[in-house]
């Protein structure tokens, strides 16, 4: 099995930063892309941000010059990080990745989601 955990949520105000974790453990033989979604109350979830397991990274246009990504292969870790944010940004993030797990076939897996509050 494969597991997405991410961490570092929070309310923070506008123009603050936070930085997202999300760590993918388990039986894995390799990892494709991984990347943050996210979904705010009464709308669909929204790709924010993608990166490839050769560093090519790929933005919303909502969050470009805001938010980076970034992923460290060896942990098997993608770190979302998010600056000047805004009320807009509001919304449970989702990790997800690629993975091939040992002795399976590519597949798509999600984390629980952590909920980011942008709020004075």
């Known amino acids: 099995q494969v597991h997405m955990v991410e961490s570092g949520g929070g309310l923070v105000q506008p123009g603050g930063s936070l930085r997202l974790s999300c760590v993918a453990s388990?039986?894995?033989?390799?990892?494709?892309?991984m990347g943050w979604h996210r979904q705010a109350p009464g709308k669909q979830r929204e790709l924010v941000a993608a990166i490839r397991s050769g560093g090519s990274t790929k933005f919303a246009d909502s969050v470009k010059g805001r938010f980076t990504i970034s992923r460290d292969n060896a942990e098997n870790t993608v770190y979302l990080q998010m600056n000047s944010l805004k009320p807009e940004d509001t919304a449970v993030y989702y990790c997800n990745a690629e993975v091939r797990p040992i002795g399976g076939t590519w597949d798509d897996y999600w984390g629980q989601g952590t909920q980011v509050t942008v709020s004075s």
């Open positions: 388990g039986s894995i033989f390799s990892i494709n892309a």
